[in-house]
T-cell receptor, first 114, second 111 residues
Framework: SAVISQKPSRDICQRGTSLTIQCQVD?????MFWYRQQPGQSLTLIAT?????????ESGFVIDKFPISRPNLTFSTLTVSNMSPEDSSIYLC???????????FGEGSWLTVV | RKEVEQDPGPFNVPEGATVAFNCTYS??????FFWYRQDCRKEPKLLMS?????NEDGRFTAQLNRASQYISLLIRDSKLSDSATYLC????????????WGAGTKLIIKP
């Protein structure tokens, strides 16, 4: 299994500001995934972060709003830019295990925008 | 139609009872299926993968019905600690590593 650390675990932010979420994995992984889970909703994939290349964004998500960094094989950041109350959500970092069959999540970053 | 659909519940079930959830998926060519469990204000955690032949892990049984395009989860002798939201997950056709998540079924076990 993979151990994933995310921070901050929660934050309350003012609208119009930006917040960067960090994700650290205890092993080297090729792909890291960033998800959002809005209250009462299912998980939605924001983007796939690959080391050494630009992140791949899903429909409805753009780099200007959610810039992602992937400086090495164990670390990634997601920034939520120019936040609005609609961005209030849980943001989850995840990776697959070495078999590629199981996905593991960080504990999530609970973001409230006021 | 959503790609993965679940009854949101909540299912209110007395302790010791058997409860079953279904999840339907829209793409007949999907290959990988999972059940995840999510406790309140926690991240999802893998409960079971779902295999074509069906599989069992203790009190939990998962089954796949390809003809009708649904997967099921059966929980026997339910415990208070089974209270959680159960998420159905199916892989995207164009990518084995990208998953489609159901919105989850909430289960509440009552003493």
């Amino acid at each position: 299994s993979a151990v994933i650390s995310q921070k901050p675990s929660r934050d309350i932010c003012q609208r119009g500001t930006s917040l960067t979420i960090q994700c650290q994995v205890d092993s080297q992984v090729t792909m890291m995934f960033w998800y959002r889970q809005q209250p009462g909703q299912s998980l939605t994939l924001i983007a796939t972060a690959n080391q050494g290349s630009e992140a791949t964004y899903e429909s409805g998500f753009v780099i200007d709003k959610f810039p992602i960094s992937r400086p090495n094989l164990t670390f990634s950041t997601l920034t939520v830019s120019n936040m609005s109350p609609e961005d209030s959500s849980i943001y989850l970092c995840s990776v697959f295990d070495s078999t590629g069959n199981t996905i593991y999540f960080g504990e999530g970053s609970w973001l409230t925008v006021v | 139609r959503k790609e993965v659909e679940q009854d949101p519940g909540p299912f209110n079930v007395p302790e010791g009872a058997t409860v079953a959830f279904n999840c339907t998926y829209s793409n007949s060519a999907s290959q990988s299926f999972f059940w995840y469990r999510q406790d309140c204000r926690k991240e999802p955690k893998l409960l079971m993968s779902v295999y074509s032949s069906g599989n069992e892990d203790g009190r939990f049984t998962a089954q796949l019905n390809r003809a009708s395009q649904y997967i099921s989860l059966l929980i026997r002798d339910s415990k208070l600690s089974d209270s959680a939201t159960y998420l159905c997950v199916v892989n995207r056709l164009d990518s084995n590593y990208q998953l489609i998540w159901g919105a989850g079924t909430k289960l509440i076990i009552k003493p």
